[in-house]
């Protein structure tokens, strides 16, 4: 069986730091990735190997999968690869339109490597400091170009592109199989600025509302820490102030990059695997944050020394008023043990303990009968009618000589027409409810001696 070109190129990809992705192949049912998409394979409903969309695949690109589950992955067949975007600060311009190529790349440093599918090109970079996915469009939702960083993935040669039945291709005498991730070149946010121009002249309407973080005034590029002493923000003095305090940490691998610096991040381990000494420096310092690249991680430069130096937040702070030449904290003493107690500026309506737990239980106290009187009534508007209705009063029969008494004296008038001579009259035999309504005689004969009482 022939290896997949996830098994062909994964290990390569994963020894020049990226992270790999097992692509899934076109499938006919509806559940099926379409080709372009992480994928999974498992049995299917008919008990064949069928391929799923791979679940919280976005994780990949904040570490490299285990060498162990690349194995797996390699051993199913016709996956495709890709890579996800945002390890390592790994991100690709997806250009669209053709028209566009040589228009973006002008403005763009010149890439290194870049692969086509079915149109246009996509170049890859590796960021200089954050930057987020971005999809450019035109009013009329036509595709311009793509931005692929962080929550983003990007397939490669040789998977075979869905739509045209062929594989990717590179379109540059290298490709990423020979081009380790620390060698491609850096973008940066000026470069994405520039790059926005461009777009705007083809279509592309930049929204009205501000970028994250566009509306936050840092201290301008060359100010002092003397002049920043109104500002109460340690951590915006010390991103204004890099050069004062990013060597002092002592961090492997320290060098000047750009407007900032990159260095290793010695607190966690390598997802890869590698020796500190073999480590890419993927913890940026620029004057808009923090971030480290392998865990997409952001930082403010207190939180950052404190790991760096294993010391606590309070303590960090102070070292890096040390190295910004920041006084110290002022500290506003409400109690003077010189001049005895301060006079306070709001009513003193403190309690003894004893009497604010008595209000408090009286409180509460009375909370809780209000709730069970509520209760109660709510239970009694719920309750249904009674399994047992009242009914008229027992009553009693004496039947002697065609006389009817009874105990209800709306019952004691009897039509003596109704009564055939000699006879007792109508028998009345008790019914349950209490009924007083005569039945036809039951008995014919002679007269009754004696009353009958009918109860129920």
């Not at 020049?16 to 992705?21: A, D, F, K, N």
């Amino acid at each position: 069986m022939m290896a997949s070109p996830f098994a062909l190129t994964a290990p390569a990809l994963v020894e020049r730091g990226y992270s790999p992705l097992p692509i899934a192949p076109w499938g006919e049912h509806d559940w099926n990735p379409k080709g372009k998409e992480p994928g999974r394979l498992e049995v299917g409903r008919d008990g064949e190997p069928e391929w799923y969309r791979l679940k919280n695949w976005q994780v990949f690109g904040d570490r490299q999968a285990h060498l162990k589950i690349i194995e797996h992955w390699s051993r199913w067949p016709d996956a495709g690869v890709g890579l996800a975007c945002g390890f390592g600060g790994f991100v690709a311009v997806d250009v669209d339109d053709d028209s566009l190529i040589d228009p973006i790349f002008a403005v763009l440093p010149p890439h290194t490597v870049a692969k086509r599918g079915r149109k246009g090109v996509t170049a890859f970079y590796r960021a200089a400091e954050p930057l987020p996915s971005k999809n450019y469009r035109t009013t009329e939702k036509r595709g311009l170009l793509d931005f692929l960083s962080g929550g983003k993935q990007t397939v490669l040669p040789p998977t075979v592109h869905p739509d045209i039945g062929r594989p990717y291709e590179w379109t540059t005498e290298r490709t990423l199989l020979d081009t380790p991730l620390s060698d491609l070149p850096e973008i940066t946010s000026a470069h994405v600025a520039a790059m926005e121009d461009v777009l705007s002249a083809y279509g592309w309407d930049a929204p009205e509302r501000q970028p994250r973080g566009a509306t936050v005034e840092r201290p301008a590029r060359g100010e002092t820490a003397q002049d920043l002493l109104w500002h109460d923000d340690v951590n915006t003095v010390a991103l204004a102030n890099l050069h004062a305090w990013v060597p002092a940490l002592g961090l492997p691998k320290t060098r000047p990059n750009g407007v900032g610096y990159r260095a290793v991040a010695p607190w966690r381990g390598s997802g890869s695997g590698r020796s500190e000494a073999r480590r890419q420096p993927n913890l940026s310092f620029h004057p808009t944050g923090i971030q480290d690249f392998g865990t997409m991680e952001t930082f403010t430069p207190i939180k950052v020394v404190a790991k760096a130096q294993r010391i606590p937040y309070p303590a960090a702070a102070a070292w890096l008023r040390q190295k910004l030449g920041l006084p110290e904290e002022r500290l506003i003493l409400l109690r003077s043990t010189k001049s005895g107690s301060l006079s306070p500026t709001y009513p003193d309506r403190a309690f003894p303990l004893a009497d604010a737990t008595s209000a408090l239980r009286g409180a509460l106290d009375d909370f809780e009968a209000q709730m069970k009187a509520w209760r109660i009534y709510r239970n009694q508007a719920r309750l249904k009618s009674p399994l047992i209705h009242q009914k008229s009063p027992v009553w009693g029969v004496k039947i002697d000589a065609g006389q009817v008494i009874s105990s209800r004296p709306e019952c004691c008038r009897v039509d003596q027409a109704r009564l055939a001579p000699g006879l007792c009259g109508p028998a009345y035999r008790p019914r349950k409810g209490y009924s007083t309504r005569p039945e036809e005689p039951r008995h014919q004969g002679a007269g009754l001696s004696g009353p009958r009482t009918g109860r129920p």
